[in-house]
């Protein structure tokens, strides 16, 4: 009985917690619940909320993005490393070992991140085929993401250090791609 009350009220905190955070947001863009919902809780034409980035315009820091990729990857070479040392001990740690590699997953998974939320969603931008040069490197550009992901995914999946070199590799293959030449610091 006691675990449903508790079930039960935090479903009521979240709730109220999610009802807060989108009258925050109304408020935020000058909106009210009425101006969005009408009496059938159905999207009102009244509201008209404008287009916004997921971070504020003109905000980008694309240099430090590359540079947190990179850590990422130096922690999940680091955590490889110790995973496979501690696996070859007589009697393993397995707590130090469970740590190690969720650390790994969770670097893996915050290049992912910064490759779809940042990127992907933000700075590449759909390039028309009439401009055949823009386009060709919107598209090299798009693979190489895509690649990246999927190796910081097989990292997860791994302690195979050959995975690192290919993952450094894409990386610097696609920061070489994105900046252009005169703006690119190496």
């Known amino acids: 009985m006691k675990k449903t009350i508790h079930i039960f009220i935090g479903i009521l ?31 009102s034409s009244k509201a008209e909320a404008p287009p916004h980035c997921e971070i504020p315009c003109g905000i980008y820091a694309d240099e430090l993005r590359i540079k947190l990729i990179n850590e990422h990857i130096a922690t999940i070479e680091k955590s490889m490393n110790l995973i496979n040392e501690l696996s070859k001990e007589e009697k393993p740690n397995y707590n130090q070992l469970v740590r190690w590699v969720m650390n790994k997953e969770d670097h893996a998974i915050k290049i992912q991140e910064i490759v779809s939320q940042y990127f992907l969603h933000q700075r590449i931008k759909v390039k028309s085929s009439d401009d055949l040069e823009a386009y060709k490197k919107y598209l090299n550009q798009l693979e190489l993401l895509h690649k990246i992901a999927v190796c910081a995914m097989k990292t997860k999946q791994s302690t195979d250090l050959k995975l690192i070199k290919s993952l450094q590799g894409k990386v610097n293959d696609f920061e070489h791609d994105y900046f252009k030449e005169h703006d690119h610091k190496h």
């Open 13 to 43: 905190l979240l709730s109220f917690v999610g009802t807060l955070n989108l009258q925050a947001q109304l408020s935020y863009n000058s909106l009210t619940l009425e101006n969005i919902y009408d009496d059938s809780q159905t999207i």
